[in-house]
């Protein structure tokens, strides 16, 4: 049972491999958990359509490229675009009806919707992957003297990092993001001021569900595309959630990239647990500090 | 507050008519299908006395029913107990991780609820693909029924479904009884309003331990129950679509109703029986009725059609002048 205390410490490169693996990851929590983050601030609904809409970017791309032949390039705008304004038109069809209730309803209507698209790609898909081969500019890798980098996964940690500190500084560091920080928290007292709060619940919705689009075209050519890779990580991005707590942005960049790195190392240590590690971190964190690590109480 | 005479008389009519139905159903429907829904009534009645009665939503319920059935299918398969032992160690174990999972997730509230149940399960589905005991993908097969008491042969169907039926009846029973008591009655209170409760002297956080737990040990009697019917263990009873599924047989039935459960259990059931050659079709339509539920249905069948079944025809509502006065 104790068998990890016993392993010698792996080789440079395979322990530099795993590290990067875990970065990568931690792209894509930091993400789809900043996506959650944003629409829960304003929306107080958790959105568990949020994997499928992610798949849903990640099939535009193949879409775009298969029957279009528009290439990753273009495609990282349109996905974005495309799902994003699927997402509005969510809001303003479906959620804006239920936002007066129970915030759990928000809960069980996203959580219904992912059923349907994730079905509906099933069926028309089957459960097995769909390869997307990465763009020829970022072919290739790099021999960095301790490790070997795919210039891809180079390039989706940048991205990644560019998109969540834009993000970040978007709504911590602007008018519009001052605006939305606002209605956070009081929509009313924004709303007697003139701004036109729902149709800034509809926008952000839109630009949570766009990023999380951006995310599935940033993973299609690394992971394949298919319709259950939503399901697969949205659970592991709301324990990211619970572990950072919901009340900062930075929060979810840093929880984000932390855990996938520590899921990273569990494979290198101990790889029997590295399915399991982030939940076990829930755990540990909800005991030490319910209200998550930078979270506030509520 | 007791029942008013007349509904007192509605329900037993109804809860007679009802066991006769279930008494001489085997004879016209499929037993095998009829016992499947059974257990998952119990276990959609279990998830019920959370979201209805505590206001709790769990959305890793699927941990318990699944833990239960692979412990209930391995002692019985691999270590030769016989059934009634096999089925109280399932629900000791579902006990013991609701105690666990209770104890963890009443820290936050609400949305975050959800998700921790919801992540917790997922630790327990990861577990049951790779532990050594599990079967992996395949779960535990050929689980034997046994001898219940030693003497009762289980492998008989109609004796399966008498069996079955007496599960599903007893907790039942029990959770109408906790509903009823004077303890049910602190649960609905701290739904209402958790501060309140706990102004008034009750320890809302342990009150929500202990209904979690009841809860997860009957969600554990009806796994342990449906590894024995269906003589099978597998990662379906611990994936999250589990959980999601049991969330829309309540909602559909009627959240905080006593027969919702298990109205909703026997047409998700049956529309999962009918669909099941479709492949992802059950998956689409499932998710439609969520959101249709939510957004226009949102009391359930029995919600809806109770104050036409019987005399009551008040608000279900106490009045708000004569709780404050």
Known sequence: MFSFLHIAVPPAPVLFAQLLIGLINGSF???????????????????????????LGAFCAWFLLTWLGIGYWPALIVAPIVVGALGIAIERLLLRHIAR???????????????????????????????????????????????????????????????????????????????????????????????????????????????????????????????????????????????????????????????????????????EASSTVIFVIMALVLLVKPAGLFGRAT | MTLGSAKRRDLLIWTVALIGLALVAPYFLYPVFLMRALCLALFACAFNLLLGYVGLLSFGHAAFMGSAAYITAYTVKAWGLPPEIGILAGVAV?????????????????????????????????????????????????????????????????????????????????????????????????????????SLGYRAERYKLQAFVLSAALAGLAGSTKALVLHLASLTDVDWTTSGSVVLMTLVGGVGTFLGPVVGAFVITTMENYLAQTGSWVTIIEGVIFVVCVLTFRRGIVGVLAPYLTSEREPEVAEPSAETS
């Open chain 1, 29 to 55: 929590y930091a993400m789809l958990s900043l996506g959650l983050a944003i629409i829960f601030g304003l929306l107080n609904i958790i959105n568990f359509t949020h994997g499928a809409q992610y798949m």
């Open chain 1, 101 to 271: 209730l129970d915030h759990l309803y928000g809960l069980l209507l996203t959580f219904g919707l992912a059923l349907v698209i994730e079905g509906v790609f099933r069926q028309g898909f089957g459960a097995s992957g769909l390869p997307y081969t990465i763009p020829s500019a970022l072919q290739g890798g790099r021999n960095l003297g301790f490790m070997f980098l795919p210039i891809y996964r180079g390039w989706v940690i940048v991205a990644s990092l560019g998109v969540c500190l834009t993000t970040w500084f978007v709504i911590e560091r602007t008018r519009l993001g001052s605006f939305l920080r606002a209605a956070t928290e009081n929509p009313t007292l924004v709303q007697a001021f003139g701004i036109d709060v729902p149709r800034m619940v509809m926008l952000t919705y839109g630009a949570g569900v766009g990023l999380a689009a951006l995310a599935g075209v940033l993973a299609a050519p690394i992971y394949q595309v298919s319709p259950l890779m939503g399901s697969n990580i949205i659970i592991v991005v709301f324990a990211v959630v619970v572990i950072g707590g919901m009340g900062s942005i930075l929060g979810a960049i840093v929880s984000g990239f932390g855990l996938g790195l520590v899921e990273g190392m569990t494979k290198v240590f101990y790889p």
């Open chain 2, 94 to 198: 579902a006990a013991v991780l609701g105690a666990a999972f209770g104890w963890l997730a009443i820290r936050r509230q609400g949305i975050y609820f959800a998700m921790i149940t919801l992540a917790l399960a997922q630790m327990v589905a990861f577990f049951a693909l790779e532990a050594p005991f599990t079967g992996g993908e395949d779960g535990i097969q050929a689980v034997p029924r046994g001898h219940f008491l030693g003497f009762i042969d289980l492998d008989n169907t109609f004796t399966m479904y008498y069996f079955v039926l007496a599960i599903f009846l007893l907790g039942f029973a029990i959770i109408q009884r906790t509903v009823n008591s004077p303890f049910g009655q602190v649960i609905k209170a701290i739904r209402e309003n958790e501060p309140r409760a706990i």
